[in-house]
């Protein structure tokens, strides 16, 4: 019984770790002043499936891996489950890096100054 408390416990606290993750990513996001907020609510939902799908895929990782330890049987059996997980994990730390690319090249958009612009504001075009 106390192993399936503990077991829920350490749930709520991986959770309570995404969820913090993703409250940081939206701070993040809301001081970005250049972006759509319509862009903005996409990339947050992008990072919290991310982060989300990385976590859970560990989680399982970690319980197939405990199975596995049991004997060579399971090595067998469980081999491929865990190189699935491992691969989800790093899919999703994919998506996280080209969510930051997508993120800066909006930022590099918006910041980029144009010389004629300036000159036409300055001269009142």
């Known amino acids: 019984m106390s192993d399936n408390i ?8 991986k959770f309570s770790d995404i969820n913090s993750k993703i409250d940081g990513f939206a701070d993040l996001l809301d001081s970005i002043e250049s972006s759509e907020d319509k862009k903005k609510m996409l990339w947050k939902e992008i990072y919290h499936n991310a982060v989300t799908d ?3 895929a560990g989680m399982l990782f970690t319980s ?4 596995m330890q049991q004997g060579t049987t399971e090595h067998i059996t469980l ?3 865990l190189a ?3 691969e ?3 899919r999703s730390n994919e998506q996280i890096l080209k969510l930051a690319e997508l993120i800066n090249k909006s930022e590099e958009r918006a910041t980029k100054v144009d010389p004629d612009d300036i000159f036409s504001k300055i001269n009142g075009d």
Do not use: C, H, V, W
């Open 64 to 67: 197939a891996f405990k199975q």
């Open 6 to 13: 503990e077991k829920i416990s350490s749930m709520l606290d």
């Open 79 to 81: 081999g491929p489950t």
């Open 54 to 56: 990385r976590e859970n």
């Open 84 to 86: 699935k997980y491992l």
């Open 88 to 90: 989800r994990m790093s």
